[in-house]
């Protein structure tokens, strides 16, 4: 198979998940290039060439020229596998008159919702159902995703397989980690996200001033446009924000309990690691994440009072802690493996 892998500006989740695409489509005898904006730097995937396309996250008079740089790239290949409704569409437009049997097939994978509201969901609804009108094939990363999907016509629309592996630690005793945090509290939480409305860190903050249980200290790992506010309205509780780290594994490790507070996920990577490390586990109840934790985290509504109220309970019951411990370990063995995620690709994209 030859495959083109195409996508907007990304970074974080998608580009891993977009990597490990590369580097097992490669490693199974697939033609695979890569087709991305300047901005997300290179994906460095030996054998796999680039190619610097413009897809911003709004339209732009740059979409017209992309459109003619899809088209003239797609007769090479067998696929075209496009990630996010920008890049989804654009790809359906350059493919757009040109008879199924004569064009590449299209699959394309959502990863995050259409906005809800404005002119910005206008534009969302235009490039789904552009997407769901001309793909062979969608995949969701989550069961609401693929719902919405076959609600605006999609022809096939399947649950992606998105696996994590297991964050890298650096072997440093538990101890000395926490030594090196500077903490001075009973209690580590830890979150790891990108500094985003997405993430509901405004939410995380204010569960922290509402929680009557005050022995921790709660870090947040992970840079983004949010961070000089966040840390002004963090002032005066225990939130501390650490900035883009390389440790995570070790963070996972410190941490007596992890904490998701965005207001919407797919199948969130670094859900899996938490559960993969065996971490203690409280979470928002929105998109994937109930999909990925299974029973093993304590769910809640995305509302600071109920995360407050969750996290009180989590950390003053230490038997509650060991059995989420134990119950995220069995989960982790459930979740989908690389080569579980390779079969069902390579099933889609062949057709």
Not at 179 to 188: I, Q, W
Not at 313 to 342: K, N, W, Y
Request: charge should be negative; aromatic fraction near 2%; charged fraction near 20%.
């Amino acid at each position: 198979m030859k495959v083109l892998e195409v996508t907007g500006r990304s970074s974080g989740g998608i580009i891993r998940h977009i990597r490990l695409l590369c580097e097992l489509l490669t490693e199974t005898g697939s033609e695979v290039a890569l087709a991305q904006p300047v901005e997300n730097g290179t994906l460095g995937v030996a054998g796999v060439p680039e190619t610097p396309i413009a897809i911003s996250s709004r339209p732009s008079l740059q979409d017209r020229a992309t459109i003619r740089t899809l088209r003239a790239l797609a007769p090479d290949f067998d696929v075209l596998h496009a990630h996010g409704l920008r890049a989804g569409a654009l790809c359906g437009l350059a493919l757009r008159g040109s008879p199924v049997g004569q064009r590449p097939r299209l699959v394309v994978t959502l990863h995050n919702q259409v906005p809800s509201s404005g002119l910005m969901r206008l534009i969302g609804d235009y490039l789904l159902n552009t997407i769901c009108r001309q793909a062979d094939v969608v995949l969701g990363v989550s069961s609401d995703l693929v719902e919405l999907a076959r609600s605006r016509g999609a022809r096939d629309a399947q649950r992606a397989l998105i696996p994590a592996e297991p964050a890298a630690v650096t072997g440093k005793p538990r101890d000395e980690i926490r030594s090196d945090l500077g903490l001075t509290t009973s209690l580590c939480f830890v979150t790891v996200a990108r500094l985003a409305p997405q993430k509901g860190l405004e939410m995380l903050i204010e569960s922290a001033r509402r929680m009557s249980f005050t022995d921790y200290t709660w870090f947040v790992a992970g840079d983004g446009p949010l961070r000089g506010a966040l840390e002004q309205a963090a002032g005066g509780t225990p939130v501390s924000f650490l900035g883009a780290r390389a440790d995570i594994g070790d963070l996972l490790r410190a941490a007596d309990v992890v904490v998701s507070t965005s207001v919407w996920e797919g199948q969130s990577i670094f859900l899996q690691e938490a559960l993969k490390a065996g971490r203690p586990l409280v979470a928002t109840a929105v998109g994937g994440n109930p999909e990925v934790t299974g029973e093993a985290a304590v769910l809640v509504s995305p509302d600071a009072s109920a995360l407050a109220a969750a996290l009180d309970e989590v950390s003053g019951d230490a038997q509650l802690r060991e059995r989420l411990q134990m119950d995220a370990l069995a989960r982790a063995a459930e979740l989908p493996t690389p080569q579980q995620m390779l079969a069902q690709i390579q099933e889609v994209l062949k057709g």
